[in-house]
């Protein structure tokens, strides 16, 4: 006689089997991963530009253009990772719509991997956002889910997923965990081994800004991983609710949201690690805009707004090394193009409505570039 569960005597147990394995579900999901390796492989990592500074300051700013990926920002190298996390999960399989709650640039570039997956997305966005990325969305075969509160956008990607039976991606939680922080060609093995042959190898400075936290927690620790003395500074434009979190302490700040599409969120996101982080500074979207043009005339390249952002931040902190007498070499990212913004950054009437004025901001960076000083923020 066999005994239950419960049975302790010596007779043999009764021992229950669930088996999931689906062997075509497993052969599709191993293709979905070789398609998405096989891309990352076509691109060639992304360059390191550097940024005139008078040579006489003894100070290098290096500028990692993540706008060169295939769709053309820094959040190609995020949806890799999160498709490749939820492929390895379990997560996503051949008839799984994916949803993800997105400012416009991850939703581009998640459309772009669905569409090689032959997956359907849909990206749940704020109305705000600019028509350039929402074309490129659909020019991808993404749909778009325009949402008014931007708040909103979190839960309904959740009841997008429960209702059709999707993966909610939700790069807000996942960024810091989907990217192997400890190498495997991420953005910061990318950069110290692209500044190797510098006169300033291991940089004073690394400049960023965070969305989903992603990229600063994957900085940061892997940069205290590697023994380095590099310090992090992350960037948050006004309306963004990371600067107040940082300052105080409260994981549970709420703030109005961002101009700045790609960077600062209206609540403090799972992915954003303040642990890693060493400074962080608010920028006046003015002065986040005034540095994006700024760049382009400088450089000759025409960058997106959170790359102002960036700049601002790079110029403060090169100001305060320069008072110091240090010398030492700072990076930050291009995040995407200018080409994504001229109905909104790039328009001046798109400035006049919202009140903008930044040209108190231009000339300060201006000022900067002849005498090495930035106004105390």
């Excluded at 922080?181 to 042959?197: P, T, V, Y």
């Excluded at 434009?237 to 990371?242: C, L, M, N, T, V």
Aim: overall charge negative; charged content about 25%.
């Amino acid at each position: 006689m066999v005994g239950d569960a419960g049975d302790l005597s010596g007779r043999a147990a009764v021992r229950d089997i669930v088996d999931r394995c689906d062997p075509a579900s497993r052969t599709w999901i191993a293709e979905a991963i070789r398609t998405v390796e096989a891309d990352a492989n076509r691109s060639a990592d992304t360059h390191l530009h550097v940024f005139p500074l008078p040579p006489e300051w003894g100070i290098d700013l290096y500028l990692k253009d993540e706008s060169v990926h295939p769709t053309g920002s820094l959040k190609h190298r995020l949806a890799r990772s999160l498709f490749l996390y939820g492929l390895a999960n379990g997560w996503i399989g051949p008839d799984t719509t994916i949803i993800e709650a997105s400012s416009g640039s991850t939703a581009v570039s998640e459309a772009y991997v669905a569409r090689l997956l032959g997956l359907p997305f849909v990206a749940v966005m704020p109305a705000s956002t600019s028509p350039e990325k929402i074309e490129l969305i659909e020019f991808y075969g993404g749909r778009c889910h325009l949402v008014d509160d931007p708040s909103a956008i979190y839960a309904e990607s959740r009841r997008l997923a429960a209702e059709c039976g999707g993966h909610f991606m939700d790069q807000f939680t996942y960024a810091e965990r989907a990217t192997d922080w400890r190498g495997n060609n991420n953005i910061a093995e990318s950069i110290f081994e692209q500044l190797r042959l510098e006169r300033f190898p291991e940089p004073a400075w690394i400049v960023v800004g965070a969305g989903t936290g992603g990229t600063s927690a994957t900085i940061g620790r892997y940069a205290r991983y590697r023994r380095f003395q590099t310090r992090l500074c992350v960037v948050d434009p006004e309306g963004s609710a990371f600067f107040g979190a940082y300052a105080d302490g409260d994981p549970g700040r709420t703030a109005s949201g961002s101009r700045i599409e790609g960077i600062g969120r209206p609540r403090v996101e799972p992915s954003f690690l303040p642990s890693v982080i060493d400074r962080m500074i608010r920028v006046p979207d003015a002065a986040s805009i005034a540095a994006m043009r700024w760049t382009r005339d400088v450089t000759g390249r025409g960058v997106g707004g959170s790359t102002g952002t960036n700049l601002w931040g790079a110029a403060l902190l090169i100001s305060e090394m320069r008072a110091r007498g240090e010398r030492g070499s700072v990076v930050t990212l291009i995040c995407d193009g200018a080409e994504r913004y001229s109905c909104t950054y790039e328009s001046d009437a798109w400035l006049a409505t919202r009140n903008l004025d930044i040209a108190p901001h231009r000339a300060a960076l201006d000022g900067f570039l002849k005498t090495g000083e930035m106004p105390v923020s």
